[in-house]
């Protein structure tokens, strides 16, 4: 019998999905974030699954429910509606100026401008063009926005040793989410994430009910795998080897689930752990420097 695969460096639910890899269904958390709330922050690690969530958000938004058979969100989403989808990565790459950062988001906004299928009027104006762009998406498809942005203070972080830099940096960031704030009309879900939460008072000052999550017990584990992800999403050959080889595994039983390890950790750790039936593998320590 075939195994599944191990998701190894892949950020792409849809890759996930119909390449048959493991997928630990975090899909349950989307429909919670929906239900509760509309402006949403996120900060972890990198390699945490911050990108492979915020994919998650896209396609459920944009309607693409054969991805999602199986899932909890499967029978809990109205499949009927789809929502133009408005992503920001700033996770490749390194910017080193405020002109290099400026032609990054023009770059990104005409990306996104090309996949809604509407014209702005106003291409080279980064404010103006997102507002536009905003505007021009719900007109277009009937549907508010959602808004992605990922990595959202890298380029801060990729010069903290320049300050007079960063500071140029951060302030062009800020150019770009407070527009944020002002299109809500225009908006029906923003999700952001990042590494730091340092910015995140002067980079998002105006937006006043963005609801930061990352301390938040109930939304713990919705990046990283627990100790119950391990034990309920992968086969009974896997189940247990982190606990029992690793040491990582959570050993609360009350509250709510904490992660035990990053999707990266745990799968690089099972690509060099023995786990095939009978252990004709001849087994191995960990590598994490592999991942």
């Not at 300050?163 to 299109?183: C, F, H, M, Q, W």
């Not at 809500?184 to 980079?203: E, M």
């Not at 100790?227 to 990582?248: K, N």
């Not at 750790?269 to 023995?274: A, G, P, W």
């Amino acid at each position: 019998m075939s195994r599944r695969r191990l998701p190894i460096g892949i950020q792409t639910f849809r890759e996930i999905r119909e390449g048959d890899y493991y997928y630990v269904d975090k899909t349950g958390f989307a429909l919670r974030l929906n239900d509760e709330g509309k402006y949403y922050f996120l900060s972890r690690p990198r390699r945490f699954g911050k990108s492979l969530f915020l994919d998650t958000l896209a396609e459920l938004f944009a309607g693409n429910e054969p991805l999602f058979r199986g899932l909890e969100a499967h029978g809990r989403w109205d499949w009927g509606r789809r929502f133009p989808v408005v992503r920001f990565s700033f996770g490749g790459g390194v910017v080193q100026s405020r002109a290099e950062l400026d032609r990054r988001i023009l770059a990104l906004l005409r990306k996104n401008q090309e996949t809604l299928g509407v014209v702005c009027r106003d291409p080279e104006d980064i404010t103006g063009f997102f507002s536009e762009l905003l505007e021009a998406a719900q007109a277009a498809h009937g549907e508010r926005v959602v808004v992605l942005v990922d990595e959202y203070d890298k380029p801060i972080l990729d010069n903290l040793s320049n300050p007079d830099t960063a500071r140029e940096i951060r302030d062009g960031l800020r150019n770009l989410y407070s527009v944020i704030k002002d299109s809500d009309a225009h908006i029906r879900f923003a999700f952001l994430t990042g590494v730091s939460k340092f910015s995140k008072v002067s980079l998002f000052s105006g937006l006043n009910n963005l609801n930061d999550i990352t301390v938040d017990a109930d939304y713990s584990a919705l990046c990283g795998y627990t100790e119950a992800d391990s034990t309920t999403s992968l086969p009974q050959s896997l189940r247990g080897s982190i606990a029992r080889r690793s040491g990582l595994g959570t050993t609360a039983t009350t509250g709510p689930a904490k992660p035990s390890t990053t999707p990266s950790m745990s799968c690089c750790y099972f690509r060099n752990d023995s786990f095939a039936p009978g252990g004709s593998r001849p087994r191995r320590r960990p590598s994490w420097s592999m991942c």
